[in-house]
């Protein structure tokens, strides 16, 4: 069991990474995960032809049909399609495929504009620098609607780089000529 404050969040092909702060260190934990995209249309064939796509099938690991609200102003739920990828980089190369497949409209994408992290974030109910206590299950332990609340302690240093550069400003291609830290 961990006990600590999520620090950090990324994803690495097919799994997002999270990282713990305790009082003990930081710990990596590493879970198979993808993010979807959610695509909406008027046409119900073209949505189910979506399915059997050769053009996107490779980016593609599992497809549902689910029903949500699609848009603010929608009384009832609509049927759409749920698209996880099989990597988190295939998410944008997956919407333009769909886009291109027929003209501007036809399809209405969803959730490509948001980062994966924060996908993740959104649908497992976390939040940065909240503390919770991990075993098979994540237990909240601070509010996030608090506004005074504990941070873990952190260690700064002061870190200065310097180049070997004849020009006034160094470029990011000059090499290292030492490292300060304090």
């Not at 749920?82 to 295939?90: A, F």
């Not at 609607?145 to 990011?172: C, G, M, R, W």
């Amino acid at each position: 069991m961990i006990t600590g404050w999520l620090f950090d969040v990324y994803v690495l092909d097919s799994k997002i990474i999270l990282w713990i702060k305790s009082h003990h260190g930081m710990h990596r934990i590493e879970k198979q995960w993808t993010p979807s995209l959610y695509v909406a249309s008027d046409s119900k064939s073209k949505l189910e032809r979506l399915e059997t796509n050769p053009v996107i099938k490779p980016f593609v690991k599992q497809f549902k049909r689910i029903i949500k609200f699609e848009k603010v102003s929608d009384i009832e739920a609509s049927r759409v399609l749920q698209i996880s990828v099989n990597k988190s980089g295939d998410l944008v190369k997956l919407a333009k495929s769909i886009e291109k497949l027929d003209k501007f409209g036809i399809y209405r994408l969803y959730n490509v504009d948001v980062p994966a992290e924060q996908i993740y974030l959104y649908q497992n109910k976390l939040y940065p620098l909240g503390q919770y206590q991990i075993d098979d299950t994540w237990h909240e332990l601070s509010d996030i609607t608090e506004t005074d609340y504990k941070l873990p302690t952190f260690t700064k240093i002061h870190l200065k780089v310097t180049a070997k550069s004849n020009q006034a400003i160094p470029k990011f291609t000059d090499t290292i000529d030492k490292i300060r830290i304090n």
